[in-house]
């Protein structure tokens, strides 16, 4: 059984940094594509990036590139979500999620992928 577990959320203020992190365990972790989506109050689940099996192919949504960056180390099983210059507007529970197969792009709606993590919240105070 695939488990994904989520660390690094917290409180931040408007401009500060946060690193999350997603450990896979269960499963190859190579075998799966990787992304991470978000949920604010009031609102549904989004798309925030994603990355490829080995890391070479990433995609953001507008909203976010130039500011966050994902990468994966596949030897330790984790994919991870730098976040820059956070603003008030990023505020959400922020989910990984992994897509089994192997992909020349990641994908990005909700419902190809399938597992889930239990969510980390990010707060940034303005």
């Known amino acids: 059984q695939v488990r994904l577990v989520e660390s690094g959320g917290g409180l931040v203020q408007t401009g500060g940094s946060l690193r999350l992190s997603c450990g896979l365990s269960?499963?190859?972790?190579?075998?799966?594509?990787m992304g991470w989506f978000r949920q604010a109050p009031g609102k549904e689940r989004e798309f925030v990036a994603g990355?490829?099996?080995?890391?070479?192919?990433?995609i953001y949504r507008d909203s976010v590139k130039g500011r966050f960056t994902i990468s994966r180390d596949n030897a330790k099983n984790t994919v991870y979500l730098q976040m820059n210059s956070l603003k008030p507007e990023d505020t959400a529970v922020y989910y990984c999620?992994?897509?089994?197969?192997?992909?020349?792009?990641?994908?990005?709606?909700?419902?190809?992928?399938?597992?889930w993590g239990q969510g980390t919240q990010v707060t940034v105070s303005s």
């Open positions: 990355i490829t099996n080995s890391g070479g192919t990433t």
């Open positions: 269960g499963r190859t972790f190579s075998g799966y594509a």
């Open positions: 999620a992994a897509d089994l197969g192997h992909r020349n792009s990641p994908r990005t709606v909700e419902y190809e992928y399938d597992y």
